[in-house]
């Protein structure tokens, strides 16, 4: 059986990324029995690096030409046209010249809706562009609809839906009418966790800790975001004036690509004078962000989108106190967290000093438990096993007809 890895989203793209070259290095180390992975990529960048540890990849050329295809197939001329003349999207052409069985979308892709009858199986991460669209990235029409239409077409023409907790699974199922038996509950993957255990040598990503511009600061909270509204680093920044204006010693640290927000942080942290309270990468390589993770005291996440997150599930393989928002939160991981209400910066304000204050032991096992339930349940390990099982249940299948 033959499969198409399909690998769309660029290295600015957060923890998409992340997971894709995750799943990625870890099913290309894996021997899998009449199974012939193919990696798939509509950059250059991508080729670029996969080419860096090692992996094969091919280049879809005619993505543009496909959007275009798709665009004119939406006009009732030009689809009768296509339909009388037999002409298919060319990466529908590109798949069946492949001779592909299967794709493996490792992100929603508008690639779905150009797939035809080759069968699929895709990650979905959120439907927030259905549940929290106040914020401006979800509130475009254009947007909303490509999402949607992405969506829809899953929820009815894949073979199965990869989500990360049983809320997603939930929501997929009453807002696009998906059966169940379709949806798969699991974990994120973390190729910085790949990369850490790839190196083990916690002395190099000393070294480059001690590199940045932060090495010398004490009480470093992280928060590893894109800056997109919805990742509300400015409820970080009224949480800062607040502990500021109490005399603690802290640091905020944001780490992510500059998306619509950036400007307004950067301002709204010069405007209230907090400059040398939070300092902004706007980017960092992966060997950075674990050195900082490894280093900072605590990671926070004020996000109004994800249930759970990777900077949740790499804050637990750390060993890491982590601050998460309360009104979102995966019930099965609030006992491990400490949860904040993002109506109030003063609750984090006081939850942070506190913490600060006392280090307890009570901190240290919450530590321990979240590391314990992370290696049982969200390791890359047994997102793995799953994924190879759904491929294996396909190749069982796929022998119930000819090519």
């Given amino acids: 059986m033959k499969v198409a890895i399909f690998f769309e989203a660029g290295n600015f793209s957060g923890g998409v990324y992340n997971l894709s070259m995750s799943t990625i290095n870890s099913l290309n180390n894996k021997e899998l029995s009449d199974i012939d992975l193919n990696i798939v990529t509509t950059t250059f960048s991508n080729i670029k690096k996969l080419r860096s540890v090692d992996v094969k990849s091919e280049f879809f050329p005619s993505h543009k030409l496909a959007e275009r295809f798709n665009r004119l197939n939406k006009i009732k001329l030009f689809n009768f046209i296509f339909k009388k003349f037999k002409i298919i999207n060319p990466f529908e052409k590109f798949i069946k010249k492949n001779n592909y069985d299967l794709i493996f979308f490792l992100s929603p892709s508008k690639y779905i809706e150009y797939s035809g009858e080759t069968n699929f199986i895709v990650n979905l991460f959120d439907f927030n562009h259905r549940i929290e669209n106040s914020f401006p990235e979800y509130r475009s029409k254009n947007n909303i609809e490509e999402i949607d239409d992405i969506i829809t077409t899953s929820a009815k023409k894949a073979y199965k839906i990869f989500v990360n907790t049983d809320e997603a699974k939930k929501d997929l199922q009453n807002l696009y009418n998906c059966h169940s038996s379709k949806i798969l509950i699991l974990p994120y993957g973390s190729s910085l966790v790949n990369l850490y255990e790839s190196k083990n040598n916690i002395t190099s990503f000393l070294n480059i800790f001690k590199k940045l511009e932060v090495s010398k600061t004490k009480n470093i909270f992280f928060y590893p975001a894109q800056f997109w509204p919805h990742k509300n680093h400015k409820y970080l920044i009224d949480a800062a004036k607040i502990l500021d204006a109490n005399n603690i010693e802290f640091k905020f640290i944001f780490c992510g690509s500059k998306k619509i927000n950036f400007d307004y942080i950067v301002n709204q942290i010069k405007l209230n004078n907090l400059s040398d309270k939070i300092f902004i990468y706007d980017y960092l390589d992966d060997d950075q962000v674990v050195a900082l993770y490894l280093n900072c005291l605590a ?18 393989y750390f060993k890491k106190t982590i601050f998460y928002s309360k009104d979102i939160l995966d019930p099965a991981l609030e006992k491990f967290v400490n949860a904040f209400d993002l109506k109030n910066p003063h609750d984090l304000a006081h939850k942070i000093s506190e ?21 049982k349940f969200l390791n890359f390990k047994t997102r793995n096993e799953h994924v190879i099982a759904v491929l294996n249940d396909f190749k069982y299948l796929r022998k119930r007809w000819k090519n």
């Fill in 299 to 316: 990671v926070v996440v004020p996000t109004y989108v994800g249930r759970s997150s990777l900077p949740l599930l790499e804050s637990f």
């Fill in 355 to 375: 913490f600060l204050d006392l280090r307890s032991s009570r901190a240290q096992e919450k530590i321990i438990k979240a590391y314990d339930y992370y290696s």
